[in-house]
């Protein structure tokens, strides 16, 4: 089998897509990193993948994507009762509907602020402003300090973990450094808390005494990566922000239902529309942990397996028109079992992403914010490469003319 990590970084989210066409929707088999691979594709595969005797994640993440995205003893790369004593300190921190909405809340007043702000800006680029917005919110919901002069350098480490773990060169240095800056930055932090011996209610003092399964406590070094693993996802939701505004500018006619307070359903619909239609991650992946079968296919030990995520969102027998971006999807009903997978999926006390719900409400939030806000929307590149991962408008969506004036005066986009 030909090597496919050249492809991969020349085609983006187009490459497995592309592939399982050519292969007729068979399982799409390669080499990555020099290493074998299976693709799988389907409700079906998501639970499969899901199933911890199937599919470990040991070892299974590139270096170099642990080295920028996660963090080297992240919770992401363990398995087994490690994995699990880990995950509940993020399921409770995360997935407590209380917490979620104060997380919201501070959002909110954040994006108040901004704007006031940007009404006195000849122009904002809107995902420059929107990461140092959730840079300071999730700061001070999670009780990191973070004082106002560091805000700016520290949204865009934090933005660069994310930008640079599927590039080469520049971006993936950039991301490397980024994160080595914000990890010795917080393991401090964490040795400072635990010194003053209050545990609290934050999120930096419940990780700093948060004890594994073996019982010790976490090093410092894995505490400071742990903090990080709900910032920077946090700050991440960036990148579905700006899609809401491209969203909104491509299809103004839902800015009268998402700017309603008397319709949180449709803000929520709308969110999920968004994390559905368009690119964030392309697929996931890990390690087969013994002989498996899968669709008449034999995966060997050890082999690489992927599950597509990108195509699964945009699968049109799953999606009718899954190139047509309408949040409607999600007020008819619940969408298909296993089929919305864009921060990937399986059960949530596996490996499913616990911040699913931080992610949502955020971005909700954001979105019924750009709904009530006038603005205008120069031109400007808005094109979306996917050979590009993590892909964005390339202009960064710049907008001007913002007031504060009531949503009603003048439409924004």
Not at 271 to 289: D, T
Request: glycine fraction near 8%; charge should be positive; aromatic fraction near 8%.
């Amino acid at each position: 089998m030909v090597d496919s990590t050249l492809p991969l970084l020349l085609h983006g989210y187009a490459w497995l897509p592309d592939r399982r066409r050519r292969s007729g929707g068979a399982p799409v088999r390669t080499r990555l990193l020099g290493k074998r691979a299976i693709a799988l594709h389907g409700p079906a595969a998501v639970r499969f993948f899901y199933d911890e005797e199937h599919i470990h994640r040991h070892d299974a993440l590139p270096g170099p994507v642990i080295d920028t995205l996660f963090g080297r003893g992240a919770v992401h790369t363990l398995d087994g009762e490690r994995h699990r004593a880990r995950k509940a300190l993020f399921t409770g921190l995360l997935m407590d509907p209380s917490a979620v909405r104060n997380l919201a809340e501070r959002v909110d007043r954040e994006l108040e602020r901004a704007r006031e702000e940007w009404s006195r800006a000849e122009r904002v680029v809107l995902f420059d402003e929107l990461a140092r917005v959730l840079t300071r919110a999730v700061h001070a919901w999670a009780g990191v300090p973070l004082a106002e002069d560091a805000v700016s350098r520290t949204a865009r480490d934090l933005i660069a973990m994310v930008d640079g773990f599927a590039a080469v060169g520049p971006r993936h240095i950039a991301a490397r450094r980024a994160r080595g800056r914000q990890e010795e930055r917080l393991a401090s932090l964490v040795e400072a808390v635990r010194k003053d011996g209050d545990p609290g209610p934050t999120v930096l003092r419940t990780i700093a005494a948060h004890r594994d399964a073996d019982g010790s406590p976490l090093p410092p070094r894995t505490a400071a990566v742990e903090v990080l693993n709900v910032l920077r996802p946090t700050v991440a939701v960036t990148w579905f922000s700006v899609f809401a505004a491209h969203a909104l500018h491509r299809h103004p006619g839902h800015r009268e239902a998402l700017a309603s307070d008397g319709d949180p359903a449709f803000a929520w619909a709308f969110a999920q529309e968004v994390r559905r239609f368009y690119p964030f991650a392309p697929f996931v992946g890990g390690l087969a942990a013994e002989r498996l079968k899968w669709a008449g296919r034999t995966i060997a030990p050890g082999t690489t397996v992927l599950l597509d995520l990108y195509g699964l969102d945009h699968d049109a027998d799953l999606w009718p028109e899954p190139y047509r971006f309408d949040p409607s999807r999600f007020l008819t009903g619940p969408a298909p079992a296993d089929a919305l997978v864009p921060q990937g999926g399986g059960p949530v006390d596996g490996h499913r992403c616990p911040g699913e719900d931080v992610t949502v409400s955020v971005l909700a939030t954001v979105a019924r914010f750009l709904a009530r806000t006038p603005y205008d929307v120069a031109e400007q590149d808005l094109r979306i490469p996917l050979r590009r991962i993590p892909t964005a408008p390339r202009s960064g969506f710049v907008i001007s003319g913002v007031t504060a004036a009531p949503a009603g005066r003048r439409a924004g986009g």
